[in-house]
């Protein structure tokens, strides 16, 4: 299963070796669900490991990654393993500019006249 997600790198760990051949690195970002901010924990492994190093914390990225579980010995574990991250795509965080009038101006809500058919507020 292949996901993505954006968010702000929050902290970002030193590659551990967990055996003689395998390494791991792990990072969060926040994640805005809702009203509430969201802390993922993700893993890199192996080669991958080095992905996370041209990224600071604070800055916004985008991050794809596939849902592992796995049993051992009766218990069940979860991980969310990266395998891709981008730097968070500029033109979902800004705003269109306004659209000039023709004159040189820009159109303004104040200056739109409004009729009482428009005007649905109950007072």
């Known amino acids: ?17 967990k055996t003689g051949t395998f390494q791991a690195r792990e990072f969060v970002i926040e994640v805005m669900s809702g009203n509430y901010p969201q802390f993922v924990k993700f893993q890199l492994v192996q080669d991958r490991c080095a992905l996370l190093d041209p990224f600071e914390e604070g800055e916004e990225m985008k991050v794809h990654f596939d849902l592992r579980g796995r049993e051992w010995q009766g218990k069940y574990f979860t991980n969310l393993n990266a395998w891709r991250l ?38």
């Open 86 to 123: 981008e730097k968070a795509s500029a033109h979902a965080a800004s705003a269109p500019p306004p659209a000039e009038t023709g004159d040189g101006s820009f159109p303004s809500a104040v200056d739109e006249p409004s009729s009482a058919a428009d005007d649905d507020l109950p007072f």
């Open 1 to 17: 299963m292949s996901f993505e997600v954006e968010g702000k790198l929050i902290k970002k760990y030193d590659t551990e070796n």
